[in-house]
């Protein structure tokens, strides 16, 4: 009767071994399917935005014989440099299409054939001109910027097959656009303006550099302020305050404060540096400062945590051999600690960089077509430039935000890869 309860046992006990073997089989299948599936989603996402955004990394030029007349440049009869930058030299640009396209005669025909080339090639012609004066009375065969419609048939972004009075080009610019093609006089460049030029209303012109030249100010007020400041209130909360019921609720605060939706903090920037202070509105150095109140929070916990990682026998050893508390602090708790305060500085960055709501707030959703040149000068944000991208009705806007987003990416990914390369440089073992 034994043997055979004690086998029974044994049985129940394989049987239920076996149960929990499965069991644990179905849960690490459980893990790695979901850890595929956000894979997949996360590269169907990064494929989708490249798809879209790589055109926008090309532009199409077309090839036109400007003749730089006397008679359009001379403003008043003058030809100075003030003059010379307020001439007519969409006329330059007009002329040489009509000349390229003798048989369009109708205003209609002409306003299509116009249509052709983009706005910015007569600010081109005004570039060169202020440039060189000499060039007035000659001429030249210049790559001119194309319309963004043209642009879009060229890329093959509009359908032939679609019928003329839903199509961005009617069918006498079709005709024309193919000419200009088939005479070689319309290619695809690569769109360095892109990546040099400020935003515009017209997608063929708009560049990113404005925006970037804002992150970069705004970036730098915001580590101005809030790294020195976190990593000083973290060494206080973690080697020098008291533990009381003071810096209890300090603790919980900045705990709380780390996950308070960042609109709140846009809030607090228009209520208190706007409204209060008077600082100059869509400014960096007013979003440096509503970030860096936002950032505060990420930069303190993730300093505290380096600090509290740091051995006690680092201190004790310091102070056994006469040095002070805040000479242990920081000779030695603080280097040891410098990769883990990076760290959590450099996401603090990243997180910044990627903010958009709290810089609504403050005005930084304004057109800015001027790069900015100090932290004083009205300027917009990447993130921002993309949602206003991304809200403009015209086609190839969509590219360009795509093309914005693949930007953002980049600085993100090396904003990561600078952290843990100098917590690779920094890290001390013990």
């Known amino acids: 009767m034994t043997d055979i309860s004690r086998h029974a046992n044994a049985g129940a006990a394989d049987a239920m071994m076996r149960r929990r073997y499965r069991a644990e089989k179905r849960f690490r299948w459980y893990g ?84 052709l080339a983009s706005r910015g090639a007569a600010d081109k012609l005004r570039e060169l001109v202020v440039e060189d004066p000499n060039l007035i009375g000659s001429k030249a065969s210049l790559w001119l910027l194309s319309s963004d419609d043209v642009d879009l048939l060229v890329k093959g972004e509009i359908s032939r097959e679609t019928p003329e009075h839903e199509r961005q080009l009617s069918d006498l610019q079709l005709e024309w656009a193919d000419q200009l093609v088939a005479q070689n006089a319309a290619e695809l460049r690569f769109n360095t303006a892109f990546f040099t030029t400020g935003d515009s209303r017209e997608p063929e012109t708009a560049g990113i550099f404005g925006a970037a030249a804002g992150s970069f100010y705004t970036l730098m007020v915001t580590l101005a302020l809030s790294f020195p400041i976190g990593i000083m209130a973290a060494l206080y909360l973690q080697e020098f305050a008291p533990k009381n019921r003071l810096t209890d609720i300090i603790e919980v605060n900045i705990n709380n404060l780390a996950a308070v ?167 001390r073992k013990w």
Not at 382 to 408: C, H, S, Y
């Open 261 to 427: 939706p960042s609109s709140v903090f846009g809030l607090l920037g228009l209520a208190v540096v706007l409204n209060f202070f008077q600082m100059p509105r869509s400014a960096p150095l007013v979003g440096g400062v509503v970030l860096a109140l936002m950032t505060l929070p990420t930069i303190i916990i993730a300093a505290r945590a380096a600090i509290l990682a740091v051995p006690p026998s680092i201190r004790e050893a310091a102070l056994s051999v006469g040095a002070s508390p805040m000479q242990t602090s920081l000779h030695h708790v603080i280097p040891l600690a410098a990769p883990g305060m990076l760290t959590g500085a450099i996401i603090g960055m990243a997180q910044a960089l990627g903010e958009t709501a709290p810089l609504l707030m403050i005005g930084m959703i304004a057109f800015i077509a001027d790069v900015p040149e100090s932290v004083m000068e009205p300027a917009t944000v990447l993130p921002v430039q993309i949602f206003l991208w991304a809200d403009n009705p015209e086609r190839a806007f969509a590219a360009k935000t795509a093309a914005g987003i693949m930007v953002l990416l980049a600085f993100l990914i090396s904003m990561n890869l600078i952290a843990v390369i100098l917590r690779r440089q920094f890290e």
């Open 32 to 115: 790695i399917s979901a850890t595929a599936t956000a894979l997949l989603f996360l590269g169907a996402m990064l494929v989708s935005i490249v798809v879209i955004g790589h055109s926008a990394f090309s532009q199409t030029f077309i090839k036109l014989d400007i003749f730089f007349d006397p008679q359009i440049l001379a403003v008043e009869g003058k030809i100075d440099p003030d003059s010379l930058r307020r001439a007519d030299y969409s006329a330059l640009v007009k002329t040489s299409l009509q000349e390229t396209f003798p048989g369009v005669t109708g205003r209609r025909e002409q306003r299509q054939l116009f249509a």
